[in-house]
């Protein structure tokens, strides 16, 4: 149903124990209530996600934060005020009032304020934060449309809330910020160089070959149901390939189909159109796919990260 309409209605089923795909400014999230543990597993159970992999608590504003987790570390406060609502997950300490669940055991929770009307209308008429990680099978492409959601999930969830094709395309940039310095654990919308801006240095330690200590954070993810490698465009050989091109179609090679994601090499264009472009040429039956890295600035660095994910999945 439309995002705007559909409010009230999906804010019932949230209470009630159901499951709801809604928009974001990144990707589309699948949500349940983050209060209520069967509902938060059967996000586990919808997405075929290990329960080792934690989930996302999204608030409807800023100031929700305190009252959910109590006294809030200064620098986490700082981030907060710079950059929320937006693309950042950050890190706290987890409130006995969130079932471990949702953290997947651990003694952390990631929270966010989504830069969306429509989901923090949602959140608000639920009256409860919401657990949503991305609306997609585990490990496979991130939904940046209602009808990627539906593919991909179906009758798995009760309502989808379509509010048209994400702005950002990629998930938020997720920083633990209770130390003495910012760490990225996960590089996502929000570049690192805004983050350095307004904090100083930060480190960026993205990855996990353990138990993840933030969502998608394993080296492995974000991956199309076609094999996919990173590669320039001489790789191309019979027809039967497709190609994922930054600013330009390949000069050379027999491609399949070919999809750019920004003639103008503008990054924040190329960001949203990513995920949109591998579903499309994963649909078109190809053997395989390959894709050219961007330049590895700003938001360039969490689309390169994205694509050795789906990259590292199929090695």
């Given amino acids: 149903m439309p995002a705007g309409s559909g409010i009230g209605e999906a804010a019932a089923v949230l209470r009630a ?18 209060l209520d543990a069967r509902a938060a597993a059967r996000i586990f159970e919808a997405k075929a996600r290990p329960s080792f992999d934690p989930l996302i608590t999204h608030l409807a504003d800023a100031a929700d934060l305190p009252a959910l987790v109590g006294a809030v570390p200064p620098a986490v406060a700082a981030l907060v005020a710079r950059f929320w609502p937006g693309p950042l997950t950050l890190i706290v300490d987890r409130p006995a009032v969130i079932p471990p ?5 651990l003694d952390t929770m990631a929270v966010r304020v989504p830069d969306e009307p429509s989901a923090r209308a949602l959140i608000a008429a639920a009256g409860v934060p919401v657990a949503a990680p991305s609306a997609n099978r585990f490990g496979q492409l991130s939904p940046t449309r209602a009808e990627h959601v539906v593919t991909g999930l179906g009758a798995a969830v009760d309502v989808v809330l379509d509010g048209g094709p994400t702005r950002c395309g990629i998930e938020s940039t997720i920083v633990d910020a209770r130390g003495e310095r910012p760490v990225v654990l996960r590089l996502g919308a929000l570049p690192v160089e805004a983050l350095v801006e307004a904090v100083g240095p930060v480190e960026v330690r993205p990855g996990s070959s353990g138990q993840p ?18 590669g320039a465009a001489a790789d191309g050989d019979g027809g039967r390939r497709g190609f994922l091109a930054f600013r330009a179609p390949p000069a050379q090679g027999d491609w399949a189909a070919v999809e750019v994601l920004s003639p103008e090499g503008d990054l924040t264009v190329a960001a949203a159109r990513l995920f949109d472009a591998l579903h499309r040429l994963d649909a078109t039956g190809v053997t395989e796919i ?11 660095r969490a689309i390169n990260d994205r694509l050795r994910r789906a990259a590292a999945t199929w090695r």
């Fill in 17 to 34: 124990g159901g499951l709801v795909a809604f928009p974001t400014e990144t990707v589309y999230g699948l949500g349940a209530n983050a």
């Fill in 101 to 105: 669940i949702v953290t997947s055991g």
């Fill in 213 to 230: 200590v933030a969502p998608g954070t394993l080296a492995a993810h974000y991956a199309p149901r076609t094999p996919l490698r990173l």
């Fill in 290 to 300: 390959v894709a050219e890295p961007v330049p590895d600035v700003g938001v360039g």
